[in-house]
């Protein structure tokens, strides 16, 4: 316990090379001028994902379904790229149809399809980045409007989903419902909580800045088997319980990927990236991108696509990083590839100086680089 309070007592204070082949870099040897004029990925995404309602659709065998987390990705894409009339319909179209008509008043249900919501919990990930894109629409675009409502969406968030826990203290859970058992138990999802939309937020609201610290800390906390898991689980009395069935894939690639995008001047990313080592070096070693971890037994095996390529060649800097990087530029995406697209557009930006983050969060100012768009 005393090493968890160290833990979270620095990230509470915290928060307010190699030589690469020249066949990995070829595909980033882009002059500086073509660089600041492009984020082909997102031209790519937007085309196939967003229609000009701003409803952001995953293409899946079921029909088209619209979710908070597809709405919110886009929303920050649109931010990064400078594109405020596509920003504006896709807030527009999420406030209208998953947020009851106010963002000020309701956080957006989490799916939506054929003009109805489906299931109206919230997904607290994507509330996180709506609010994020929002505060730093507001601060780029000098549009006080939408900080105010950024800042609503967080206290909606506190209101919501931070629950108290006994041992640990206030924690951000994944939804309203569903994640604290009748026993005190509770169930957090590692990829929730960007390191650098947590550190941006904490800058509105300092009880958010604890319930985000204590967040991280069990995020770091439980993460020992040296790999992410989708799901974490806390006792009543703030032990980790690791299940049988316990995995890290589809969600979990996304906690390399935030990681990766973390500023390296904002010092909880040095807290992170050790937690992560073994699968760091695993697909160093065998230039892979493990997509089925077995948490239980710290076995990791498979070699993914996109959605587990993107989020290594970010957060990692070895030869299997360049590989991932090479092989998720040259990838044309379908219509029913939303999520490894998704995540390839974060990457993208990334490797193309788009999207970068100062400490705090704060995205540094994209305008800049898109200059002639």
């Known amino acids: 316990m005393k090493n968890l309070n160290s833990i979270k007592s620095r990230i509470r204070a915290l928060i307010k090379p190699l030589v690469l082949p020249a066949l990995f870099l070829a595909p980033f040897l882009v002059c500086g001028s073509a660089m600041a004029a492009e984020f082909r990925e997102w031209d790519s995404f937007r085309d196939l994902h967003v229609t000009p309602a701003g409803a952001v659709a995953d293409h899946r065998a079921e029909g088209d379904v619209i979710t908070s987390e597809s709405q919110s990705y886009a929303l920050f894409f649109a931010l990064a790229a400078n594109e405020p009339e596509v920003f504006s319909r896709i807030l527009g179209f999420t406030e209208a149809n998953l947020a009851g008509g106010s963002l000020e008043e309701h956080l957006p249900a989490w799916k939506y399809q054929d003009g109805e919501i489906r299931d109206p919990n919230n997904a607290t990930d994507a509330d996180l980045f709506i609010a994020y894109s929002l505060l ?3 601060r780029l675009w000098n549009k006080p409007e939408y900080t105010a409502l950024g800042r609503a969406v967080i206290r909606n968030i506190m209101a919501a989903t931070v629950y108290q826990h006994p041992a640990l203290g206030p924690l951000i859970l994944p939804g309203r419902q569903g994640f604290a058992a009748p026993d005190g138990t509770v169930t957090l999802n590692p990829s929730y909580y960007p390191p650098f939309v947590i550190a941006r937020l904490s800058l509105e609201d300092p009880e958010f800045a604890r319930a985000g610290s204590n967040t991280l800390a069990q995020i770091i906390r439980g993460s020992g088997a040296g790999f992410a898991p989708d799901w974490m689980h806390f006792t009543s009395r703030g032990e980790l319980l690791t299940l049988p069935d316990d995995r ?15 500023s390296d001047s904002d ?3 040095k807290l992170m990236l050790p937690a992560y080592r073994n699968i760091s070096v695993m697909a160093g070693r065998t ?3 493990p997509d089925s971890n077995d948490f239980y037994q710290g076995i990791m095996s498979g070699d993914g696509g996109p959605a587990f390529q993107a989020p290594l060649g970010v957060m990692n800097q070895d030869r299997g990083a360049a590989l991932f990087r090479t092989l998720t530029a040259a990838r ?28 705090h969060g704060r995205l540094t100012d994209p305008g800049a680089r898109l200059k002639g768009r």
């Open 136 to 138: 730093e629409a507001g």
């Open 248 to 262: 890290g894939g589809w969600d979990a690639t996304r906690v390399y990927l935030w990681l990766g995008l973390t």
């Open 267 to 269: 010092p909880v990313k």
């Open 287 to 289: 230039l892979k991108a």
């Open 332 to 359: 044309v995406f379908d219509r029913g590839e939303y999520y490894g697209h998704a995540l390839t557009v974060f990457a993208e930006g990334h490797h193309r100086n788009l999207i970068r983050f100062d400490r």
